[in-house]
Nanobody, 118 residues
Framework: QVQLVESGGGLVQPGGSLRLSCAAS????????MGWYRQAPGKQRELVAI???????NYADSVKGRFTISRDNAKNTVYLQMNDLKPGDTAVYCC????????????WGQGTQVTVSS
């Protein structure tokens, strides 16, 4: 089993920054991909950023140039540095671990609230 625990959410003013962390524990494979998704009230969950075990990244268009995803494989931790935050970034941010294979499997954290408001 895999457990994911997020931290770092909170209330920030527009233009501010936050850094989210997600610590994975349990049976972690070096080939696991990790990422961040978010869900705003009344909206579907959407991809924010993902990072492969090799360090390749992919971002939603809405966050490119503002958010940076990174991972520390030794600590089984993934980070999301969020700069120039906008009210539209307000959402619950969830950490994801994807295990590849014939049938990929996703593990999810509980989520951390990010609120951007003046």
């Amino acid at each position: 089993q895999v457990q994911l625990v997020e931290s770092g959410g909170g209330l920030v003013q527009p233009g501010g920054s936050l850094r989210l962390s997600c610590a994975a524990s349990g049976k972690i494979f070096s080939t696991d991909g990790m990422g961040w998704y978010r869900q705003a009230p009344g909206k579907q969950r959407e991809l924010v950023a993902i990072i492969t075990s090799g360090g390749s990244t992919n971002y939603a268009d809405s966050v490119k140039g503002r958010f940076t995803i990174s991972r520390d494989n030794a600590k089984n931790t993934v980070y999301l540095q969020m700069n120039d935050l906008k009210p539209g970034d307000t959402a619950v941010y969830c950490c994801n671990l994807r295990r590849g294979g014939l049938i990929p499997f996703d593990y999810w954290g509980q989520g951390t609230q990010v609120t951007v408001s003046s």
